[in-house]
Structures are given as C-alpha cells and as structure tokens.
C-alpha cells in the first residue's frame, strides 16, 4: 500500500474523512502527538490499527470526538458524571482523556474487553475537522510503531507507519508533545492514569480529591493488574539504552563527564551545555518542563537516527506539573533503570 501525504487544505481535510468512513487508516496531527485514527464505531477497523502498529490487543484506545456533545449524539457513554462535565468546560477541547462506562455501540477493539471506554476532544484544528468530515468518532492510538516513541511530526509516522496505513495528514510539529493526560471518572475516586499537558495540580484545582496512580511513577510488580493496560510495557523507547540519573545538577555532570566516551551521549539542560564533556542533547530550561516535554520524543528519535550512540544519561525532572508527565515518559524510555547519584 502506497501511503499518501496530505495537508491541511480543505480537500485534503475532506479526503481524510472519506478515508476514515471507509474503514481506512489515517494519521491524524493533535496538540499532543500524532494520532493513527480510525472509525470508532467499526470494530473492523480498528483492529487493522492495532496490526499496523503491533500494538497488544488488550491495550485500549481513546476515542476521539470534535464536541461534547458527540458523547451524547453516539451515546458513547452509558451516563455522563457530574466531574466529566466540569473537567469538559475547564480543560476541552485539549490534552485530557476521562475514562467513563462504555456505551453498548464501543466495539470490544476500542475498549480492549474493558466496560470503559476513553474519550477526548482535541483542540488541533485539523485534528476537530477530520473528525467533523469523517462524520463518526476516531479511535486513535499514537501514531508509532508500538514500543517506539509517539511521533511528533508528520515525518516520525511516515518513518513508522508508511505502506501499512492509506494516508498521513501533515498538520506541523505537536505542540505539547507528549500524549494526553489520562483520569478514570468510573471509580469512586477520579484517578490519574497517566500524566500529560493537565497537570494533577489542575485537576485537584477543578475536583478537589483526585488520586494519582501507582504505576504512573513505579514499575508495576510481576502479576499486578495496570488499571491503564498501556502503563505496563516498556514503551517510548529509543534503540539506545537510556539512564536516568538523580541527584544534583553537579551530580549528573560528574557522573556523565566520568562516563563520557564512543556511543555515549547526554540528555541534559540548557544549563548543563556547557560543563558537559560528551556529546549533548538538550530537552530545554531546567525548570521548563513544558518545552521539556515538546522535545523529548523529538530527540529520542533524533538519538536513534544518529545511529551512533548506544548509551545516554538522562537527567530526570522533578515531578510537580509538566514534569510528572517528562518524568513518567523518562523511565518507561529507560526501562525503569535510574542510578541514584546521592546513594553512591
Ligand atoms: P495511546 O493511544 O497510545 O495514547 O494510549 C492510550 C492510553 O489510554 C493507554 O495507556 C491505554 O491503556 C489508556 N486507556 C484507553 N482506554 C482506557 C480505558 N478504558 N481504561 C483504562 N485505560 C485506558
Ligand atoms: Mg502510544
């Protein structure tokens, strides 16, 4: 299958949408990082998303509408809580994804055999009229071959995804970078899932309690249920094996400085240029966690494509705000390997 390249003209929008209502596969541009979208309510295909990406069937998708009230209008969901409409006029159309009870019409592919079903409303224009000329909600998972990192520019799907899917939609570079943040509205407590662009600091602002979940800072233990199935794999990674350090800024550039060699290369700060002997990425400002998380997959692609480096140290961020989310990414990248500098 050749893979056609689209961009966001009118006849192209609408080409998109004729794509996705006959059962085809379409990669979609989002504030948060490139979507591989599909016909929500066409269990078919769906599941050609899934082989397209080799992603595990038991990992389900969000659903992706172009207003609030396409939850309604498709009867996505079995009752819309009192929370969901709150979160709605706070934080949509934008980087937040709320879990709730799954309508009969979610095909058992979008939800994974769960009884929930995860929907958003994205504010990227092109990513609203795709879903408006598509007429239907989109499932869409990122855009990436599963295990790799979530694609951030038109070019990182091509990469993965060309002659497995019909068309990419090149809408520019993703503004927040990083996927959605994910809350589960279907428990007695809403829960974060996984950290994004809302931070759990504004989500408390809106609901007051809100719980975070285990598996979203720790490795979940041999047997232990993910409540979110797509925080147990290992995920985002580059092909280079990647280490986080903790410690102190003069810590991290010890120990990378001691380690500097062929192969191996620094995922730093600004700040930390130039004390630096190896070669350097930069993810931002030390404490800029949003620019932090608007190039982190950008540059873990970039380490793979340099097809030199085996081996980066990594800095890991705080875990107030943006940072949670870098955070969470960071040790899924790194496989849960982080060296604590303070303990040596
Ligand atoms: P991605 O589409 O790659 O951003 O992945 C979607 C994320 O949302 C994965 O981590 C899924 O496990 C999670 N997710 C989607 N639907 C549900 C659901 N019904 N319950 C729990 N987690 C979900
Ligand atoms: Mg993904």
Not at 191 to 197: A, N, S, Y
Request: glycine fraction near 10%.
């Amino acid at each position: 299958m050749k893979t056609i390249l689209l961009n966001e003209t009118p006849g192209d929008i609408e080409r998109a949408g004729e794509i996705l209502r006959g059962g085809g596969l379409v990669g979609v541009p989002t504030e948060t990082v490139y979507g591989l979208a599909a016909d929500a309510l066409n269990g078919e295909a769906v599941a050609r998303i899934f082989r397209a990406k080799g992603r595990p069937m038991d990992n389900p998708l969000i659903v992706h509408i172009a207003d609030f009230s396409d939850i309604e209008r498709f009867s996505l969901v079995r009752e819309i809580p009192e929370s969901a409409r709150l979160l709605a006029e706070r934080f949509w159309p934008g980087p937040l994804t709320m879990i709730m009870k799954k309508g009969e019409v979610i095909p058992d592919e979008v939800s994974a055999g769960l009884d929930t079903v995860a929907i958003r409303y994205p504010s990227h224009p092109a990513a609203r009229a795709i879903i408006k000329a598509a007429k239907t909600p989109l499932a869409a998972p990122s855009a990436n071959l599963s295990g790799s990192p979530s694609p951030t520019t038109a070019a990182h799907v091509m990469n993965d995804l060309s002659g497995r899917i019909e068309a990419v939609l090149d809408g520019g570079s993703c503004e927040v970078g990083l996927e959605s943040t994910v809350i589960t509205l279907a428990g007695e407590k809403p829960r974060v899932l996984r950290p994004g662009g809302v931070t759990v600091e504004q989500l408390r602002e809106a609901l007051g309690e809100v719980e975070v979940d285990d598996a979203v800072l720790h490795r979940l233990s041999e047997g232990e249920r993910a409540a979110s199935p797509g925080m147990k794999y290992k995920h985002y990674s580059p092909k280079a094996n990647v280490i986080l350090l903790r410690g102190s800024d003069e810590a991290f550039i010890e120990y990378t400085n001691a380690h500097s060699g062929d192969g191996v290369a620094a995922l730093c700060c600004d700040e930390d240029i130039a004390a630096l002997r190896t070669e350097a990425y930069s993810l931002g400002k030390r404490g800029d966690y949003s620019a932090q998380a608007h190039s982190l997959f950008e540059l873990l692609r970039r380490l793979d494509e340099s097809g030199r480096i085996r081996t980066v140290y990594s800095r890991l961020p705080g875990t107030d705000g943006v940072g949670l989310a870098v955070y969470n990414r960071l040790i899924r990248a790194a496989g849960f390997e982080v060296i604590d500098l303070e303990k040596k």
